[in-house]
């Protein structure tokens, strides 16, 4: 044990003697004032005696008490244990010896029965100290010792064979309180050690706990920023592919172009999911419960599939069911199109079916005879980025984030899931969902809007990157939009005298050089032009932290790469807003 740890231990031991010796002491001065009133009234003793023998008394019950007050006020740290153990003992000595000196004056020779009442009350005050000194042994020996050695001699010396009996008695008798004490205080020892085991078991999985806890911001910061600087060339990529899709190309160029968005949209997806286990962490994602039919959800979802189940040549079937339920659609149409979309991929032969049961609740399930997960593995498949027989990972299977993102979303929807699986048999996941208790909510489809109707803008661009910057340039210019684009919000305003038109629309890039974010810009903009001007946030950050600010800011937030089309539906939605508030 090291030193500290043994401080510990004296200083909880001495703690003991602190806490529990005030109703001891108290009842020691009751007992002394019962039995002295008792042998004054039987003219055992004289009253002076008795006076002298209770004030004594009192007077070291005082000062134990008092002693305990200041212990209780000064909160003594532990490695001041030996002062206070010091004056423990010094109050069980004083006290200890008022009883047993002062017994001998309440002695009376002529009355045996009376002499006996007496010592058994010193042997009897001498016991009840166990549960209150014990704690600390060398205090409670003092006590115990001081209250019965002077009877005992005085017994021995009367010389009869009744007060030999007595004294001989209470030798044995101090001899096996003693040991029950030592026993009390190593059962006190014990539990003080094994308490401190757990502590420091507590404390040192703590320690790893904080540990796993750095490990996990040092992957999600390290996740922000690669996925941020991924961003901003697949960013700028995707623009100049939609700048250079609006001119004209021959035959073979438009089949190249065509394959390079593809490829940029296949990074979007996987850029996606990532930002959307932020958006998860971050806490931005919220559920908002409706009553809607389940059947409509699950044949467009199903129906989606089909594709990829003829390529694959096997079935996929839906038992009809027409309950509602009540949940946030959007979010339970994510949370089974991954399913389903995973049942169909780990299926190679056989079939997926897809099915609810009625109860308290309905269960929505996803049966598949595919590839089943080991039992050490299905709680891996929950972790980001794990994927069970991808060693080599191929892209074209996912990041291994679908089920990470399930797991999430079903906390946010308060549906439970359960899943069962077995190797070469097949997978089940269930989906428990409340029902709809009203009417089913109809939800209104978007209008369309026709881009062809919309005005030019005056848009600024501010983004530190200049290939960004050209292609947002390029790509805006090609939609008939008058664009001014800058690398940070003091080059834009220095540009701002020459500009005789109000801007727009802004587009700002969050994090910019110089510890400079994009909306400062756009506060600074809007304060330089005194108007409230629309603005678009485009950020490459997938940190929780940075999420939230962004979401809070009130500009329209979106995530690099933005592709063309959403950027090109966000600007008309500005700009008829814009108009509508006029």
Request: aromatic share 6%; with cysteine.
């Amino acid at each position: 044990m090291t030193p500290q740890r043994l401080d510990q231990l004296r200083a909880e031991q001495v703690a003991g003697f602190y806490r529990n010796s005030t109703p001891g002491t108290v009842g020691g001065i009751l007992a002394a004032l019962i039995l002295s009133t008792m042998l004054v009234y039987e003219r055992a003793v004289s009253w002076h005696v008795a006076t002298i023998f209770v004030l004594l008394l009192a007077a070291s019950t005082l000062a134990r008490l008092v002693l305990i007050d200041v212990y209780r006020r000064a909160k003594p740290p532990a490695e001041d244990w030996r002062r206070w153990a010091f004056w423990a003992v010094t109050t069980a000595l004083v006290g200890g010896s008022c009883w047993g000196l002062g017994a001998l004056f309440l002695l009376d020779p002529a009355r045996p029965e009376y002499q006996f009442m007496v010592l058994l009350t010193c042997a009897a005050i001498a016991a009840g100290a166990i549960t209150a000194f014990g704690t600390y042994l060398p205090s409670y020996y003092c006590n115990l010792f001081t209250i019965m050695v002077p009877t005992c001699i005085w017994s021995a010396l009367d010389g009869d064979a009744l007060h030999w009996t007595y004294a001989i008695l209470a030798v044995l008798w101090m001899a096996v309180v003693a040991v029950l004490a030592n026993s009390f205080s190593q059962l006190l020892v014990d539990s003080l050690e094994l308490q401190f085991a757990n502590l420091d078991l507590a404390n040192d999985l703590l320690r790893q706990k904080e540990l796993a806890d750095a490990a996990n911001r040092a992957k999600s910061t390290f996740l922000a920023s690669a996925s941020h600087d991924l961003r901003q060339p697949v960013h700028a990529l995707g623009m100049f592919v939609g700048a250079l899709r609006d001119r004209p190309l021959d035959e073979a160029s438009a089949r190249l172009v065509r394959q390079i968005q593809n490829s940029v949209g296949a990074l979007d997806s996987l850029f996606g999911a990532i930002l959307d286990i932020s958006r998860l962490d971050a806490g931005v994602i919220e559920s908002h419960p409706r009553a809607f039919a389940i059947q409509p959800l699950l044949e467009r979802i199903c129906r989606d599939e089909m594709p990829e189940v003829d390529r694959k040549g096997i079935a996929l079937r839906l038992i009809p069911c027409s309950l509602t339920v009540q949940t946030d659609p959007v979010l339970l149409e994510r949370v089974l199109r991954n399913l389903v979309s995973n049942a169909v991929r780990y299926t190679d032969n056989g079939r997926v079916v897809v099915g609810c049961r009625r109860g308290p609740r309905l269960s929505i399930e996803v049966w598949d005879s595919g590839r089943g997960i080991a039992v050490d593995q299905q709680d891996l498949i929950f972790q980001e980025f794990y994927q069970i027989g991808n060693l080599e990972r191929d892209r074209a299977r996912g990041l291994g984030l679908g089920l990470a993102i399930v797991q999430r979303l079903t906390r946010i929807l308060h549906t439970p899931m359960r899943m069962q699986s077995r190797v070469g048999q097949g997978s089940i996941f269930k989906l428990s969902v409340a029902l709809a208790t009203g009417r089913e909510t109809v939800i209104e489809q978007p209008r369309e809007i026709s881009l062809a109707t919309h005005r030019s803008l005056f848009i600024l661009v501010v983004d530190d990157e200049v290939a960004i910057q050209e292609a947002m340039h390029a790509l805006l210019t090609g939609w008939g939009h008058q664009v001014v684009a800058t690398g940070s919000c003091a080059e834009m305003l220095d540009r701002a005298a020459s500009f005789t038109l109000t801007p727009d629309l802004i587009i700002s890039d969050y994090r910019l050089r110089n510890d400079e974010d994009g909306l400062a810009a756009i506060e600074r903009l809007r304060s330089e032009f005194n108007s409230d001007i629309p603005a678009i946030l485009i950020t490459g950050d997938t940190a929780p932290d940075r999420i939230r600010e962004a979401m809070a800011s009130g500009c329209l937030l979106m995530h690099k790469p933005v592709s063309n089309n959403r950027l090109r539906a966000a600007i008309v939605n500005l700009a008829i807003e814009a108009v509508a508030d006029l």
